[in-house]
């Protein structure tokens, strides 16, 4: 499959000085928000023209993303949205585990500024009550974006983008989108209502449990999905 993936409205955010980096974080958005599923091949001259830039630039942000594990370049097809193994599914979420929880230990003193991860917990409530389970998805990535934005650290944003970008390859092909993220509306509120008492400790402990959980069923949903015999039942 090929196509800008919607990329057009985005060329406004790139000036006269775009950079090979600037482009590549569109792309990266892009995957993350579901525009671009796995297996989706990018095509040089659609991507290239909605966004205005030349060539060379593009390839040097695909070569970017495909570091990123979120690309891959196949030989005489062109380059694709990766599309990941069970064990990476395993690997995004001992990543997300450490980095995740480190985040919320290391908060310091209530309180915190929680008002991007409340707008997070109200779209994902607003996108299921209107039977919209891709857009929960999206608002389930928010929330755990904006959860480490709470470091205040360019490189953990910065490597966290990638990580849950990866993570919305895996939500791709699970069959049933509502099974999946219905039970993390709530205790997406459930951390919120901690951090927003200032229990960071509770946080923590809910969080860990929550990935934990979360880990347990991704898997095994997306081994189903792709039919891997290795992967552990679930």
Do not use: K
Not at 10 to 32: F, M, Q
Not at 198 to 222: H, K, P, Q
């Amino acid at each position: 499959m090929s196509g800008a993936g919607g990329l057009t409205d985005d060329r406004v955010l790139l000036g006269r000085t775009s950079t090979a980096e600037r482009v590549a974080d569109i792309l990266r958005t892009r995957i993350a928000e579901g525009y671009l599923p796995p297996g989706a091949r990018l095509s040089e001259e659609s991507i290239g023209g909605a966004l205005g830039v030349s060539r060379n630039t593009l390839r040097e942000a695909f070569r970017l993303l495909t570091h990123e594990r979120l690309l891959v370049h196949e030989l005489n097809r062109g380059v694709f949205v990766r599309v990941l193994a069970v064990g990476d599914v395993d690997d995004i979420y001992r990543t997300r585990r450490l980095v995740e929880c480190a985040v919320v230990r290391g908060l310091g003193q209530p309180p915190f500024a929680v008002e991007g991860l409340a707008a997070a917990v109200a779209e994902g409530e607003t996108a299921a009550r209107a039977d919209d389970w891709t857009g929960v998805s999206t608002a389930n990535i928010h929330f755990h974006r904006e959860l480490v934005a709470l470091a205040g650290s360019a490189r953990t944003d910065e490597l966290m983008r990638g990580v849950l970008a990866e993570l919305r390859l895996a939500f791709h092909v699970v069959d049933d989108p509502r099974a999946l993220h219905e039970p993390y509306l709530r205790r997406n509120r459930e951390i919120l209502d901690a951090l927003c008492a200032g229990e960071r400790a509770s946080a923590e402990r809910l969080l860990a449990r929550y990935l934990d959980d979360s880990r347990t069923r991704v898997a095994a949903a997306y081994a189903r999905a792709v039919d891997d015999p290795t992967a552990p039942a679930g």
